[in-house]
């Protein structure tokens, strides 16, 4: 297990569902992975399956080119902060935090200190979702209708913290990143209706009016009978696009294996990236301005907002 020459060194800090993920594709991308992981029997378990270096705690990692942190989102400002004197690039698993004011001060501390802050939306790795971006890009202005569906297959494990305690962060704020990214346009309304309240939330439902005239439906639910599903349609006058003929046949028990691909193509980019190759993972800008929709999710949910009629302009 010790560093060889000509190998990324990578960290990820958190071995749970995805730190496990990327650790695993990481080493099977050919980097040297070191996981932070301070549950002795997780650590067990991931030293024993990925043969890779375990240790408890961030002060005792050794020199890294990157990392990747994957721990629960209250505790992201803080890791990323104690990363930032190894002045490596950082990829942080979304949402940056669930507070867009306190991830842009972080993002700027980050810039500060000269560290490249990436963030996992790793949903445009999706093969179909880029290719519905290139058709939407060559065909602008004629989809006045898009509807973007998320459906997890099973609820999160026992402990899990969700984001903020809120749908928005932990589950929609993927489909909200998409919408931003492939359509380019700045969200002037918004709107909603959830199954619950707070963390037991189950159901999301979300209007999104785009500035460019395109209103968006997005639908979001924890738990599915039916297993994950994620897809998307593009409805105009004259075209429908759709991302389920482009998507690989299920049915898939959680993201991680609807995402597989994307994920590994995720960590192909960056270890790209750290090795000075081209920047195409997204920025902490991108996750700012996602949260920002999100908590105008949660505002239009929240009383005062449905006293409102649900609507935050």
């Given amino acids: 297990m010790s560093t060889q020459i000509g190998r990324p060194r990578i960290a990820v800090v958190g071995g749970g569902r995805i730190g496990s993920t990327h650790a695993r594709n990481l080493a099977e991308l050919g980097a040297d992975v070191t996981v932070v992981e301070p549950d002795p029997a997780r650590a067990a378990a991931l030293s024993a399956e990925l043969r890779c270096r375990v240790v408890s705690d961030a002060a005792e990692l050794p020199g890294a080119d990157g990392a990747v942190v994957c721990t629960p989102t209250d505790t992201h400002a803080a890791v990323v902060a104690g990363l930032l004197p190894h002045g490596v690039p950082v990829l942080l698993e979304k949402p940056c935090t669930a507070q867009p004011e306190a991830s842009a001060r972080l993002g700027a501390l980050a810039e500060e200190a000269g560290v490249p802050l990436r963030i996992g939306f790793q949903r445009r790795f999706s093969p179909e979702y880029?290719?519905?971006?290139?058709?939407?890009?060559?065909?602008?202005?004629?989809?006045?209708?898009?509807?973007?569906?998320?459906?997890?297959?099973?609820?999160?494990?026992?402990?899990?913290?969700?984001?903020?305690?809120?749908?928005?962060?932990?589950?929609?704020?993927?489909?909200?990143?998409?919408?931003?990214?492939?359509f380019g346009s700045a969200v002037v309304e918004v709107s909603a209706s959830s199954g619950g309240a707070g963390a037991a939330t189950d159901l999301l439902v979300t209007t999104l009016t785009l500035a460019c005239g395109t209103v968006c439906s997005v639908v979001s639910k924890r738990a599915s009978p039916g297993g994950c599903h994620a897809h998307a349609e593009l409805i105009g006058s004259r075209a429908v696009l759709d991302t389920r003929p482009l998507t690989a046949p299920g049915p898939h028990p959680d993201f991680r294996s609807r995402f597989a691909a994307a994920y590994r193509a995720e960590a192909a980019a960056f270890l790209a990236f750290v090795e000075g190759g081209p920047d195409e993972l997204p920025h902490w800008r991108d996750a700012v301005a996602a949260e920002k929709i999100c908590a105008r999710i949660d505002e239009a949910l929240s009383p005062a907002g449905a006293c409102a009629g649900a609507s935050i302009g």
């Fill in 130 to 182: 880029a290719a519905l971006r290139q058709e939407y890009r060559a065909r602008p202005g004629q989809f006045g209708f898009a509807v973007f569906t998320s459906l997890d297959g099973a609820p999160p494990p026992q402990g899990y913290q969700v984001a903020g305690g809120s749908l928005a962060f932990d589950l929609q704020i993927h489909d909200i990143d998409l919408i931003l990214w492939l």
